[in-house]
């Protein structure tokens, strides 16, 4: 902890570190208690980036353990499960993926098979900027490196749908925004056999519903195939190019270039792919007309009308041209976003129909998004709005504690208590 805290910072990131404390499993961090008691994959690297902060040892061995269910051809699954659990601990666990049937699911770790946002390098570079020793980290980084390298080649090759640069999401799942407006559209068109799926069994604490019939469908759909590259890509029918999805990649190939430096080997490759991603965004995502960035459905190939949080992803690029920054700022500002919420970003335009205040991904706010949106505007240079951001996470967890999500305008916690990713990133923020 640093000591130009104020007092009242302080009690907050000590509360923060006993959240994680209390998370801790001995090799990893619950998402939330009871909840997510399993290692989720993109809340493992805001976790990791919090403990870097508090439990330097425990922030690598996060990760560690959640590469320890990497796939043998790189697919970072986005739930590593604790088998110690009892099997009705989350629905779906690991008999929804029969991951220990497949011969590229690592041997004695029951894991999903699906991905989430690959953040991972980012996370791993930030852990190397704030290491006191740095030796000790470089060695660190040295033994993640391979494992990321895999992880994008992976994504490159089997998940570059259209070779188009840009990676697919085959499940909301793998946003990492599950229920997210933006979705809606795509969902609607599946046409689900009528007694082809098991109903979700969710504790009726966890967001359920008709979605997560549909949820369960789809990633059966892709378990039954296989799991195959092949048919993800020419028969699936679940597929978008999402910007936050590939602003993460795209953020993550630019670390992963400088960590290949840090360890000595070929950055190229990856500032390579990084470059290639820059352009496929703004080619592929970008709408001129509405100044914002949508996702693309592959399927009909057509950009998703919604706008949801998802489109200030693109300010995590360090490359984005200045005009096309500078509007996604002005969208931020608006009435549509910050400008109306007392404690942005709102996960969804205010404005769109679809938005609900207290809806799953629809419309509140989370720390995560939060984050990912403070960290790209910071990079660009815009640091009243980055300020902002800061400002209106701190009063949330101030105000409501280490909640899941939290009602754009008043401020009201939602969903779990001791969410781990809140807290961590409260961590990262006080640095
Ligand atoms: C499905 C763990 C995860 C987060 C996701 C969030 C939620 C799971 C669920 O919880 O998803 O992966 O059961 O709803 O949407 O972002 O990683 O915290």
């Known amino acids: 902890m640093t000591s130009r805290l104020t007092g009242d910072e302080t009690a907050l990131w000590k509360a923060a570190a006993r959240v994680l404390d209390a998370n801790w499993t001995g090799t990893a961090t619950a998402a939330s208690p009871g909840l997510y008691p399993h290692q989720w994959s993109w809340d493992s690297a805001f976790i990791s980036m ?21 796939w043998a051809d790189g697919m970072l699954p986005h739930i590593v499960f604790d088998t110690s659990l009892a099997r009705h601990a ?6 929804l993926w029969r991951s220990e049937r497949h011969r590229d699911a690592p041997h004695g770790v029951h ?12 996370t791993a570079l930030r852990l190397h900027e704030c290491a006191a020793d740095l030796e000790s980290s470089r060695a660190f980084l040295a033994r993640l490196h391979p494992m990321l390298t895999a992880q994008h080649r992976y994504l490159a090759r089997a998940r570059d749908l259209d070779s188009s640069g840009l990676i697919a999401i085959c499940h909301p799942w793998e946003s990492g925004l599950d229920n997210s407006p933006a979705w809606d559209r795509p969902l609607g068109a599946l046409r689900l056999p009528p007694t082809a799926y098991a109903p979700a069994q969710r504790a009726h604490t966890l967001p359920t519903g008709e979605d997560y019939d549909r949820y369960v469908w789809l990633a059966a759909l892709v378990r039954d195939a296989g799991y ?11 597929a978008v190019e999402d910007p936050l999805v590939n602003a ?39 709408d001129a ?36 920054a500078r509007n996604l700022v002005d969208l931020l500002l608006s009435a549509r976003f910050a400008g109306a919420a007392g404690y942005p970003v709102p996960t969804c335009d205010i404005q769109a129909p679809a938005f609900d205040r207290g809806g799953y991904w629809r419309g509140p706010t989370w720390i995560s998004t939060n984050w990912l949106v403070w960290y790209g505007a910071l990079g660009h240079g815009f640091p009243v709005v980055a300020d902002l951001l800061y400002g209106a996470t701190m009063r949330l967890v101030r105000q409501s504690g280490f909640r899941e999500f939290f009602d754009p305008f008043d401020g009201t916690g939602r969903g779990s208590h001791d969410y781990a990713w809140t807290a961590a990133l409260v961590l990262d923020l006080l640095g």
């Open 111 to 122: 894991t999903s098979g699906l991905t989430q946002p690959p953040l991972h390098a980012l």
């Open 50 to 70: 919090g403990l870097a902060r508090h439990r330097r040892d425990r922030a690598e061995a996060e990760l560690l353990s959640l590469f320890r269910g990497q």
């Open 248 to 286: 993460t990649y795209l953020a993550s190939a630019h670390a992963l270039a400088e960590i290949s430096e840090i360890v000595g080997a070929d950055p190229v490759p990856h500032r390579e792919r990084a470059q290639r991603i820059h352009q496929a965004l703004l080619d592929r995502l970008w």
């Open 289 to 324: 007309e509405t100044g914002c960035f949508r996702a693309r459905d592959l399927r009909d190939d057509r950009l998703l009308p919604v706008v949801t949080v998802g489109a200030f992803g693109p300010l995590l690029d360090p490359e984005l041209p200045a005009p096309v």
């Open 228 to 238: 195959r590259p092949g048919y993800l890509r020419d028969a699936h029918p679940f």
């Open 90 to 95: 989350y629905f779906p666990g690991p008999e």
